[in-house]
């Protein structure tokens, strides 16, 4: 075998895995994660975004809020990130500063507050990874502001692409608890 060809099959079989690599690497700078829409034209759910992607859901879908449904720090890199999109864009940004995965119920009550507010609308809302704070909420807006039951708000989220509904289980109860205590409040 030549010696040219050798190094053209040698350099070709690192190249095609490396290319790979690297845009897998890279990808969150450049597409959407996690984007759904929840009402069209005013409520939009997803995971925290890189700014290219956040600069293209807010002129894409004409964004007014995001919310934000973690609490962090405000030196972290994502939050750096996302604030100088929010001052470029002049986009106003509501927090409901929840730790971990799971939501209260009194934190979804209070994110419902903020995505029901036509003033506030189109918003963008999210978590880190736009999976279980973002999906309680979801449920929790479709109970609140649409008259779902739990069960069915349960099977939206559940349907999702990244849903994995036989180990959310958690989420599931959360979402429950917030019917109980929404229908509660509505009989007493």
């Known amino acids: 075998m030549r010696r040219r060809t050798w190094l053209k099959i040698t350099i070709g079989s690192f190249a095609t895995p490396l290319a790979a690599y690297s845009a ?18 005013r409520i939009f759910r ?18 007014k809020t995001i919310l934000t ?8 890199p994502k939050y750096v990130e996302q604030d ?14 929840i730790h971990g ?5 009194d934190q979804m009550a209070q994110a419902v507050a903020i995505l029901a507010d036509p003033t506030l609308q189109p918003i963008f809302y999210h978590c ?22 739990a069960r069915q708000a349960w099977q939206e989220v559940a349907a999702l692409p990244w849903a994995k509904p036989r180990t959310d289980l958690e ?18």
């Not at 956040?54 to 894409?60: C, E, G, N």
């Not at 880190?128 to 039951?149: D, N, P």
């Not at 989420?171 to 007493?188: P, Q, T, V, W, Y």
């Open 171 to 188: 989420d599931r109860r959360l979402i429950e608890a917030f019917a109980s205590k929404k229908k509660e409040a509505n009989h007493g």
């Open 24 to 41: 897998w690497q890279f990808r969150d700078d450049w597409f959407e994660k996690r984007l759904a829409v929840v009402v069209p034209g």
């Open 84 to 97: 100088q999109v929010v001052h470029e864009t002049g986009v106003d940004w509501r927090f409901v500063p």
């Open 128 to 149: 880190v990874a736009g999976h279980h704070r973002s999906s309680q909420v979801q449920a929790a807006y479709r109970i609140a502001e649409e008259g779902w039951s």
């Open 46 to 63: 997803g995971a925290w975004q890189k700014p290219r992607p956040l600069r293209q859901i807010i002129a894409r879908e004409r964004i």
């Open 101 to 105: 995965s799971l939501a209260t119920v």
């Open 69 to 76: 449904l973690t609490a962090i720090n405000h030196n972290d």
